[in-house]
């Protein structure tokens, strides 16, 4: 089998001094390619720079609505230079609102989230969505703003609405760690994701699926999440794999 983990981030500082062996390690162990999500500017250098020595790992480059403490306007334009020029990177992202950790900037977020959808548009590249305690105002710019390449719902929130509005725009959504959760209440989110538009996720090192909850998170666990979907889908996990993988080939334009 082989499994594609759509998103995670071996630019965190907690892996800096394991990487590349885990990397090395991950791929041994059936993950077969992985997506290194940049957050800010010297993330997104950083998801470069692991890219570019794995012929199995892409980057995506992108300031998170989390990382706008100070403006970033600059950042924006060096965002978009490094990614054109770049062809490990795979879309902008992640990009999108929180207004779970900030709450006193949402003009400010939806305003650079906007710019970023215009960086995608320019480069021809999706677009990787994080939203939080944001459906309403992520959907409405989704819609004021049409992305070209559309993109991906990274670690979906469990809210339906949420979902079938995603869909309808023509994006992925891609699961992570927290549908294994006891109390996650998943199984009819999960329904409601057609095979065509799933994806599989890690967000390492967060997001530990159950049962190493609250341990440092790795792409092997990606497979935990797959199983959780097939057990809902009633299908094979290597069935479950082979739809995932190739979403995320298809999304990514990754041959």
């Given at each position: 089998?082989?499994?594609?983990?759509?998103?995670?981030?071996?630019?965190?500082?907690?892996?800096?001094?394991?990487?590349?062996?885990?990397?090395?390690?991950?791929?041994?162990?059936?993950?077969?390619?992985?997506?290194?999500?940049?957050?800010?500017?010297?993330?997104?250098?950083?998801?470069?720079?692991?890219?570019?020595?794995?012929?199995?790992?892409?980057?995506?480059?992108?300031?998170?609505?989390?990382?706008?403490?100070?403006?970033?306007?600059?950042?924006?334009?060096?965002?978009?230079?490094?990614?054109?020029?770049?062809?490990?990177?795979v879309a902008i992202g992640e990009i999108g609102l929180d207004y779970y950790w900030n709450?006193?900037?949402?003009?400010?977020?939806?305003?650079?989230?906007?710019?970023?959808?215009?960086?995608?548009?320019?480069?021809?590249?999706?677009?990787?969505?994080?939203?939080?305690?944001?459906?309403?105002?992520?959907?409405?710019?989704?819609?004021?703003?049409?992305?070209?390449?559309?993109?991906?719902?990274?670690?979906?929130?469990?809210?339906?609405?949420?979902?079938?509005?995603?869909?309808?725009?023509?994006?992925?959504?891609?699961?992570?760690?927290?549908?294994?959760?006891?109390?996650?209440?998943?199984?009819?989110?999960?329904?409601?994701?057609?095979?065509?538009?799933?994806?599989?996720?890690?967000?390492?090192?967060?997001?530990?699926?159950?049962?190493?909850?609250?341990?440092?998170?790795?792409?092997?666990?990606?497979?935990?999440?797959?199983?959780?979907?097939?057990?809902?889908?009633?299908?094979?996990?290597?069935?479950?794999?082979?739809?995932?993988?190739g979403n995320a080939q298809t999304i990514f334009e990754i041959s």
């Open positions: 089998m082989e499994f594609f983990d759509s998103h995670a981030h071996y630019n965190d500082e907690k892996f800096i001094k394991n990487r590349e062996i885990l990397i090395k390690e991950m791929y041994a162990d059936e993950i077969t390619n992985i997506v290194c999500a940049g957050y800010n500017l010297e993330s997104s250098k950083t998801a470069i720079e692991i890219a570019s020595k794995f012929h199995h790992v892409f980057a995506t480059c992108g300031i998170s609505p989390n990382d706008l403490e100070n403006k970033v306007e600059n950042d924006l334009e060096k965002i978009e230079q490094i990614a054109q020029k770049n062809k490990k990177v709450k006193e900037n949402k003009e400010y977020q939806k305003e650079i989230f906007k710019k970023q959808i215009g960086i995608a548009n320019r480069l021809n590249l999706p677009i990787v969505i994080h939203t939080r305690e944001a459906f309403i105002d992520t959907v409405k710019i989704l819609k004021e703003n049409p992305v070209k390449k559309k993109g991906i719902f990274h670690c979906c929130p469990l809210n339906q609405e949420l979902i079938k509005e995603g869909l309808k725009l023509g994006f992925y959504i891609s699961f992570s760690g927290n549908i294994t959760f006891k109390n996650a209440k998943s199984e009819e989110c999960i329904k409601l994701v057609p095979n065509d538009k799933i994806l599989i996720e890690t967000d390492s090192p967060y997001l530990s699926p159950e049962p190493h909850r609250g341990e440092i998170n790795t792409s092997s666990n990606v497979k935990l999440v797959a199983k959780k979907i097939a057990d809902v889908k009633e299908l094979s996990l290597e069935k479950i794999a082979q739809i995932t993988k």
